[in-house]
């Protein structure tokens, strides 16, 4: 086991200038220097090794793709230093780019116009992959996802969900030490979700690959990794595995139930029902809201008794999300 | 050096070119549409000198350099600095760097499938019926070899001012204004709009300086000179490959330095 990613003490500052508002402002603005120094990413340290899946989380804004852009090279840190797989990847951001893929969820690498075979077939004259190698892993690609209807279709042409499961093949297509995947799942539906996930898991079990992965969607790192990193304001909050951070989010979710009738009134009557149960109701104008620990109690005996004196008109079950993860973080400190 | 990489980008625009085959067929119209208007303003400039032959060239002379100027300008155009505005500025400049080669070489290479297809869908088939129609005015001997080499350099010359335009981007995050003032500059003092020809004196003298004439008028003075001097040649040529190391060398260093400045938008 080596280390592939090594961060020290690095941070990140981006000038900013000052913007002042309305027209006159705007003017002034032309000719301003009043710039402000903004400290996207704050001494950051830690290591990776080879094989892991990390999960990066933060909230918008926090310094996660800033990171992300560091380790690939394509922003130089303010201070401090970056290794990735034994090269400074500022530097050598072309030798660098041979052994990385990358997926931003928001932008696809492929090309547009062409089937994906095509941007296939450029990629592995671009990254000069030997045909054995590449034949190997399209064969890899077609025991793992449906890919046969997918090659011949023009990029342009697919669904947002078709279009992220290709650009990820595109990513490991030149079997990379470490793949940066950043919100890979973001505007998915549950079940194309489930099959990125499935396709990630599987090729970093088969082909050892590194990978980090940043999301907003706790259902991502809970089906992934094995030890998260969270940053906030560009400060390191947590490095650990994620069994530690179950102490935080734990088995937790919202069971929400819209009954028949006054929700005060139920509410207050469910508190008693549940009483044995050990889990705590809230409500508000809409919802009984039931916070249920899943490793004590089962959400279907919570449903059973509340089914049994009510009709249940509308419900829900809801993950923790990474923001209330990082909230609790705040509030109970790290253990 | 493994040229296949690169060959395998030129592949992929070919492909991607002939995916729009729509826009292909307006290029041509909207190409032939420029040549006419080309054709009677300068039928009128000429009517109303009195004289035939205008700064020593005859009007059949001008229409035969400016349609190809025009054809060439058609297939080296290649709207580089929009595509790095562009993808500054929606931030997917992030995945060109990330590519395992430089991003020059990676644009560049992007866009030479385009050279390939333009050079086939406008520039030979003006070129073949300027030569037609002419019969016989554009000499066909060792001159097309030198106007071949000349092309070359002149590509590379007007990628590397491209370039450096497009990083001015990194500064600015945004590029129309700037691009359209390049694109005046380059086809007003190469001669691509004027022959050089007709430019007063002063003027002359100044473009003579600068590197913009090797792009459109080295070229095509070497394509019609039919009984190329051999100095005549070799000066052209140098004077277009002093530039081309010059230019090379001052937009990657540009490059370099502007890159450490880049804040990458999104996310």
Redesign the interface.
């Known amino acids: 086991m080596s280390n592939i990613i090594e961060i020290k003490n690095v941070t990140k500052e ?1 000038k900013v200038l000052n913007r002042r508002e309305g027209l006159k402002g705007s003017l002034k603005d032309l000719f301003s220097r009043d710039y402000k120094t903004v400290r996207a990413v704050d001494n950051i340290s830690m290591t990776i090794v080879q094989g892991e899946i990390v999960g990066y989380l933060g909230p918008n804004g926090a310094g ?2 800033t990171t992300i ?1 560091m380790m ?5 840190p303010t201070s401090g230093q970056i290794t990735v797989n034994g090269n400074l990847p500022y530097k050598d ?3 660098n ?2 052994e ?1 893929g ?1 997926v ?1 969820g ?2 696809s ?1 492929l ?1 547009w ?2 089937p994906l075979i ?1 941007s296939f ?2 990629l ?5 992959i030997p045909d054995e190698e590449y034949s190997s892993m399209i064969k890899l690609y077609k025991s793992l996802v449906d890919i046969e209807p997918l090659l011949h279709k ?1 990029v342009r042409q697919m669904s947002l969900g078709q279009r992220t499961l290709s650009d990820i093949l595109a990513a490991f297509l030149h079997n990379p030490k470490i793949v940066f995947l ?2 890979p799942t973001i505007g998915l539906d549950v079940s194309m979700k489930s099959k990125i996930r499935t396709l990630i898991h599987a090729l970093n079990k088969e082909k050892n690959t590194t990978v980090i992965l940043t999301t907003h969607d706790m259902g991502d790192v809970d089906a992934l990794c094995q030890r998260i990193v969270i940053i906030d304001k560009g400060k390191m909050l947590y490095d650990n595995d994620i069994e530690h951070l179950k102490g935080f989010f734990g088995s937790y979710r919202t069971l929400k139930i819209r009954p028949d009738g006054d929700i005060k009134v139920h509410s207050a009557a469910l508190e008693n029902e549940l009483d044995g149960l050990s889990v705590s109701v809230t409500s508000d104008d809409e919802w009984v809201s039931i916070l249920v620990n899943e490793d004590k109690t089962k959400v279907m005996d919570v449903l059973n008794v509340i089914q049994r004196s009510r009709a249940i008109r509308d419900m829900k079950l809801e993950e923790i999300s990474t923001e209330e993860v990082i909230r609790k973080i705040y509030e109970e400190g790290v253990k | 050096m ?1 040229l ?2 690169y ?3 030129t ?2 625009g070919i ?2 070119s002939f ?2 085959r729509l826009a292909m067929l307006v290029m041509v119209a909207g190409n032939l549409l420029y040549l006419i208007v080309v054709y009677f303003l300068w039928k009128a400039i000429y009517a109303s000198s009195g004289t035939d032959v205008v700064n020593g060239m005859t009007f059949s002379d001008t229409l035969i350099y400016l349609v190809l100027a025009t054809a060439l300008f058609n297939f080296m155009e290649m709207y580089t600095v929009w595509e790095i505005g562009r993808n500054i500025q ?3 400049i ?2 060109d ?6 991003l020059r070489s990676f644009l560049f290479w992007s866009y030479s499938g385009t050279f390939v297809t333009q050079f086939f869908a406008t520039f030979l088939p003006t070129f073949i019926i300027v030569c037609i129609v002419t019969g016989g005015a554009v000499p066909l001997g060792i001159n097309l070899l030198y106007f071949v080499i000349s092309v070359i350099m002149a590509v590379i010359i007007n990628y590397s001012i491209d370039f450096m335009t497009g990083t001015i981007c990194i500064y600015t995050e945004s590029i129309w204004g700037i691009n359209i003032m390049k694109q005046v500059i380059v086809l007003l003092l190469s001669g691509a709009t004027i022959p050089i020809a007709f430019f007063p004196e002063p003027l002359k003298k100044a473009v003579s300086y600068m590197p913009f004439q090797s792009i459109y008028n080295t070229p095509l003075s070497l394509l019609l000179d039919g009984s190329p001097k051999a100095e005549t040649v070799l000066s052209a040529l140098g004077v277009q490959a002093f530039w081309c190391i010059v230019l090379l060398i001052l937009s990657n260093l540009f490059w370099k330095i502007s890159l ?1 400045k ?3 938008n ?2």
């Open positions: 981006f996660k793709s852009k690939t090279g394509v922003l130089e951001r072309t030798r780019a041979q990385i990358v931003f928001q932008r690498q090309w116009a062409l095509e077939k450029l592995k004259d671009i990254y000069q023009p950043d919100e | 493994n296949k990489k060959f395998a980008l592949r992929a492909l991607e995916q729009f929606s931030g997917k992030v995945l760097l990330l590519k395992p080669m430089p450490r880049i804040t990458v999104g996310g």
